[in-house]
């Protein structure tokens, strides 16, 4: 890569929209000369304001997806460096630490897409699972690509068991690490509760080969003692009991506890887990369900949870984080390729033109097919003020195919050693 967005933009930067897109359909209206009103005349069969919005947003999507394959998006990152020293919890993706200082300046923070491999000390680390590391935790029902998780529900109950529980847990939009959300359970019973996944005890995944569990949460109570218990099906249990503490390696009770409300990684090794040597061969024995108890009421998040090989990855924040809970972070070499979006956050003005352009091709290529299907006109004078004929409609749509390009040469878009050079 040889263009930094950062250095070659100098047009101002635009927030994306709450949709994630580029553009908004004010933006399309005003580069088309066109209106609500209008189109919706023109597209007849009394469509209404939302039918031209929701027509508008698939055209503004549409034309994005287009624009980032123009220019390559998103770009890949490989085997980039970086080192765990003693004490560190996680590390931040990005060139700051190549020890060759071969990339320009990039910054992945809050715009990773995809962590396609983890090296460690040169040696290729298991893809986590689930694959993107935070599946199992953006909501209560789970809504995944892998089809062995997807559609399960998490759980919860008191402790003791009474009927009814009143713990609760709930997807929180607000307050995550990974993802776009996080799963806030509240806990309410003077005994504590839990939550379970998944609610039909059917998760049948294997834990062997991965070595270690791990996931990011806080607690408004850190003096509260949690228990990790996982089952196969005939109810046979390991468990391992911890805190949501500062630099929570060992996991040894009570040690260095966090301040109320602060996100920490927990991690925990399978092997050492209290009944896992000489009880049940959880190589060939399919986890069933997992439970994580707390003994006394509390509000507690967890976010970012899974199994892993000794480092796991937190997106779209980019971070590498450490897993290995049986000793402190050392000097350990990491190389990860990954991907990541310059413009997930905000665009250059440009850009955001581009992609209203580009998606007021799509809608005049639209308005054109109903006007050409069209067998006759209205020829009032009221009818031919908001329903412009077909060679208007033509040259406003070559006008912004020429347009489109320009915008985004802005930012070096097929440019000399720009983005999309050819050659």
Same mark, same amino acid.
């Given at each position: 890569?040889?263009?930094?967005?950062?250095?070659?933009?100098?047009?101002?930067?635009?927030?994306?929209?709450?949709?994630?897109?580029?553009?908004?359909?004010?933006?399309?209206?005003?580069?088309?000369?066109?209106?609500?009103?209008?189109?919706?005349?023109?597209?007849?069969?009394?469509?209404?304001?939302?039918?031209?919005?929701?027509?508008?947003?698939?055209?503004? @999507?549409?034309? =994005?997806?287009?624009?980032?394959? +123009?220019?390559? *998006?998103?770009? #890949?990152?490989?085997? %980039?460096?970086?080192?765990?020293?003693?004490?560190?919890?996680?590390?931040?993706?990005?060139?700051?630490?190549?020890?060759?200082?071969?990339?320009?300046?990039?910054?992945?923070?809050?715009?990773?897409?995809?962590?396609?491999?983890?090296?460690?000390?040169?040696?290729?680390?298991?893809?986590?699972?689930?694959?993107?590391?935070?599946?199992?935790?953006?909501?209560?029902?789970?809504?995944?690509?892998?089809?062995?998780?997807?559609?399960?529900?998490?759980?919860?109950?008191?402790?003791?068991?009474?009927?009814?529980?009143?713990?609760?847990?709930? @997807?929180?939009? =607000?307050?995550?690490?990974?993802? +776009?959300?996080? *799963?806030?359970? #509240?806990?309410?019973? %003077?005994?504590?509760?839990?939550?379970?996944?998944?609610?039909?005890?059917?998760?049948?995944?294997?834990?062997?080969?991965?070595?270690?569990?791990?996931?990011?949460?806080?607690?408004?109570?850190?003096?509260?003692?949690?228990?990790?218990?996982?089952?196969?099906?005939?109810?046979?249990?390991?468990?391992?009991?911890?805190?949501?503490?500062?630099?929570?390696?060992?996991?040894?009770?009570?040690?260095?506890?966090?301040?109320?409300?602060?996100?920490?990684?927990?991690?925990?090794?399978?092997?050492?887990?209290?009944?896992?040597?000489?009880?049940?061969?959880?190589?060939?024995?399919?986890?069933?369900?997992?439970?994580?108890?707390?003994?006394?009421?509390?509000?507690?998040?967890?976010?970012?949870?899974?199994?892993?090989?000794?480092?796991?990855?937190?997106?779209?924040?980019?971070?590498?984080?450490?897993?290995?809970?049986?000793?402190?972070?050392?000097?350990?070499?990491?190389?990860?390729?990954?991907?990541?979006?310059?413009?997930?956050?905000?665009?250059?003005?440009?850009?955001?033109?581009?992609?209203?352009?580009?998606?007021?091709?799509?809608?005049?290529?639209?308005?054109?097919?109903?006007?050409?299907?069209?067998?006759?006109?209205?020829?009032?004078?009221?009818?031919?003020?908001?329903?412009?004929?077909?060679?208007?409609?033509?040259?406003?749509?070559?006008?912004?195919?020429?347009?489109?390009?320009?915008?985004?040469?802005?930012?070096?878009?097929?440019?000399?050693?720009?983005?999309?050079?050819?050659?």
């Amino acid at each position: 890569m040889t263009v930094s967005p950062k250095d070659k933009q100098s047009n101002q930067m635009i927030s994306a929209t709450a949709l994630g897109y580029w553009s908004t359909e004010d933006q399309v209206y005003q580069v088309t000369g066109m209106s609500s009103t209008v189109v919706q005349k023109m597209m007849g069969n009394n469509k209404t304001a939302g039918d031209v919005t929701a027509l508008i947003q698939s055209y503004i @999507k549409t034309s =994005d997806q287009r624009i980032r394959h +123009m220019m390559g *998006l998103p770009y #890949t990152i490989r085997k %980039e460096y970086h080192v765990f020293h003693f004490n560190e919890q996680f590390r931040q993706m990005g060139p700051y630490e190549d020890e060759y200082e071969f990339f320009d300046y990039y910054d992945p923070t809050d715009r990773v897409e995809k962590v396609f491999a983890i090296y460690s000390n040169k040696k290729r680390l298991k893809y986590p699972f689930p694959k993107n590391c935070d599946d199992l935790t953006e909501d209560v029902t789970v809504s995944s690509t892998e089809s062995s998780i997807d559609g399960m529900e998490w759980d919860v109950d008191d402790l003791p068991h009474s009927g009814s529980p009143t713990t609760t847990v709930v @997807k929180d939009e =607000d307050d995550f690490m990974a993802g +776009m959300s996080s *799963l806030k359970c #509240t806990v309410t019973a %003077e005994h504590g509760g839990m939550v379970i996944f998944p609610k039909t005890h059917n998760l049948a995944k294997a834990q062997y080969p991965w070595d270690y569990l791990a996931f990011w949460m806080k607690v408004d109570d850190p003096t509260v003692k949690f228990t990790f218990r996982m089952y196969d099906v005939l109810g046979r249990t390991v468990s391992q009991e911890f805190y949501c503490g500062n630099n929570n390696f060992n996991m040894t009770l009570g040690f260095n506890p966090a301040l109320p409300d602060t996100w920490q990684i927990v991690a925990l090794k399978f092997m050492i887990m209290t009944g896992y040597a000489g009880g049940v061969n959880w190589v060939f024995v399919p986890v069933q369900y997992f439970t994580i108890e707390c003994d006394k009421p509390c509000v507690f998040h967890i976010d970012n949870l899974n199994w892993n090989d000794g480092i796991f990855f937190t997106a779209p924040k980019g971070y590498l984080c450490w897993a290995r809970s049986e000793i402190s972070p050392i000097a350990d070499e990491l190389e990860v390729t990954y991907s990541f979006d310059p413009f997930k956050q905000e665009v250059p003005e440009d850009i955001s033109l581009g992609s209203a352009k580009m998606a007021g091709i799509l809608l005049l290529e639209y308005l054109i097919g109903i006007r050409q299907r069209s067998t006759a006109f209205t020829q009032s004078s009221d009818a031919l003020s908001v329903s412009p004929d077909r060679e208007t409609l033509e040259f406003t749509k070559a006008r912004l195919e020429r347009e489109v390009e320009n915008f985004l040469a802005g930012i070096g878009f097929k440019t000399y050693s720009g983005i999309g050079a050819e050659g």
